[in-house]
């Protein structure tokens, strides 16, 4: 993780076999991060645009009660829905119904 933590920051990037960059997924798990969310995802949003990175955010939010899925969504607007993604609700149906044993 250091070494590919160094290469971004020094601008060696990480290409793939056919020389395209590689898109790097930041999986951001959130609750109750109303307030923080939209510093993160700026922060990580200009990071990798300064370093011309292409990038996207997954947030992964456990159904809080603040609002946080609602900043998502508009961040989502502002950003485009290929720059910050939000798993589909079905995923979480799932955690409330485990396979039987």
């Given at each position: 993780?250091?070494?590919?933590?160094?290469?971004?920051?020094?601008?060696?990037l990480i290409t793939?076999?056919?020389?395209?960059?590689?898109?790097?997924?930041?999986?951001?798990?959130?609750?109750?991060?109303?307030?923080?969310?939209?510093?993160?995802?700026?922060?990580?949003?200009?990071?990798?645009?300064?370093?011309?990175?292409?990038?996207?955010?997954?947030?992964?939010?456990?159904?809080?009660?603040?609002?946080?899925?609602?900043v998502a969504e508009?961040?989502?607007?502002?950003?485009?829905?290929?720059?910050?993604?939000?798993?589909?609700?079905?995923?979480?149906?799932?955690?409330?119904?485990?396979?039987?044993?």
């Open positions: 993780m250091k070494e590919v933590l160094e290469r971004v920051m020094s601008g060696k793939s076999c056919s020389g395209n960059l590689d898109k790097y997924s930041v999986i951001l798990p959130t609750y109750n991060e109303r307030r923080n969310l939209p510093i993160m995802i700026w922060l990580l949003a200009r990071t990798f645009d300064q370093h011309q990175i292409d990038w996207e955010v997954i947030v992964v939010d456990d159904n809080s009660p603040d609002g946080t899925l609602e508009q961040l989502q607007r502002l950003y485009g829905p290929h720059r910050i993604v939000r798993p589909p609700p079905s995923i979480y149906k799932a955690q409330d119904h485990p396979p039987n044993p």
